[in-house]
């Protein structure tokens, strides 16, 4: 019985998402646009700012280098509440930056993401370019190479590594839950995405419709990492 049961709700889901997806539902046209907005800008946010940092500590010698890999390595780990708990007593009435009054905005979401994104893009580039051989980097030394051109030449040797960092920095922002409860506030036609929505649905039972937004999710996160893999598949064909 408890089988069938969770084979109706889990027909009753897929019934619902396609309904969904037919009519161009406003409520979930709302929350996958805010997702898909929220996410992207803070992939690559964290893209931009990661990678460059770490290139630049992977390829220089200064003191404090093996700290401060290891706190990005810890941060790749860093649980998302303590983010959002982070944010929101920063931005929060009485907190330092509360006079800018962006607490359960998007903006708060899309900062509490960058900081979840940063470190993973960061550390993983790290790691991709310890993957490069050190003779490499001794003749390029040898050159007379400076930082900039040293960290641009490395990074066309890593550029197969930079969708896979592109893709975590994406699947680590776009299926978070807590950090963005707790610092966009889950507000209906603002700040809810569709893991709060999920939440939010089986808060009031409706487990059908929460299912509809979870496999809208998972499809959403496939297309995109399938997408990239396709790209990454016709790039290591063309080189």
């Known amino acids: 019985?408890?089988?069938?049961?969770a084979m109706d709700i889990l027909y009753s889901a897929f019934i619902k998402c396609f309904s969904l997806i037919i009519n161009l539902d406003p409520y979930l046209i709302e929350v996958t646009k805010v997702t898909i907005m929220l996410s992207a800008l803070s992939t690559l946010a964290s893209f931009i700012i990661g990678v460059p940092a770490g290139l630049f500590i992977s390829l220089s010698n200064f003191y404090g280098k093996r700290?401060?890999?290891?706190?990005?390595?810890?941060?790749?780990?860093?649980?998302?509440?303590v983010v959002g708990l982070a944010v929101a007593i920063l931005f929060g009435r009485s907190g330092m930056f509360g006079d800018l009054n962006l607490l359960y905005t998007k903006t708060a979401i899309f900062i509490s993401q960058l900081?979840?994104?940063?470190?993973v893009a960061c550390g993983l580039t790290?790691?991709?370019?310890?993957?490069?051989?050190?003779?490499?980097k001794l003749q390029l030394d040898s050159f007379g190479a400076n930082l900039f051109q040293k960290s641009g030449y490395i990074a066309r040797e890593i550029k197969k590594s930079l969708l896979v960092i592109a893709m975590a920095a994406f699947g680590s922002v776009v299926s978070e839950v807590g950090a963005v409860i707790m610092v966009?506030?889950?507000?209906?036609?603002?700040?809810?995405?569709?893991?709060?929505?999920?939440?939010?649905?089986?808060?009031v039972g409706n487990y059908d419709t929460a299912l509809g937004f979870a496999i809208i999710l998972l499809t959403l996160t496939f297309s995109v990492n399938y997408a990239i893999s396709l790209l990454t598949?016709?790039?290591n064909k063309n080189s």
């Open 115 to 119: 900081i979840i994104a940063i470190p």
């Open 1 to 5: 019985m408890l089988v069938l049961t």
């Open 184 to 203: 966009g506030g889950n507000i209906l036609n603002e700040t809810r995405v569709l893991t709060t929505a999920i939440v939010s649905e089986v808060r």
């Open 233 to 235: 598949m016709q790039k």
């Open 67 to 81: 700290f401060i890999t290891a706190a990005i390595n810890a941060g790749m780990g860093l649980p998302p509440v």
């Open 126 to 136: 790290i790691a991709a370019c310890a993957e490069v051989p050190e003779s490499l």
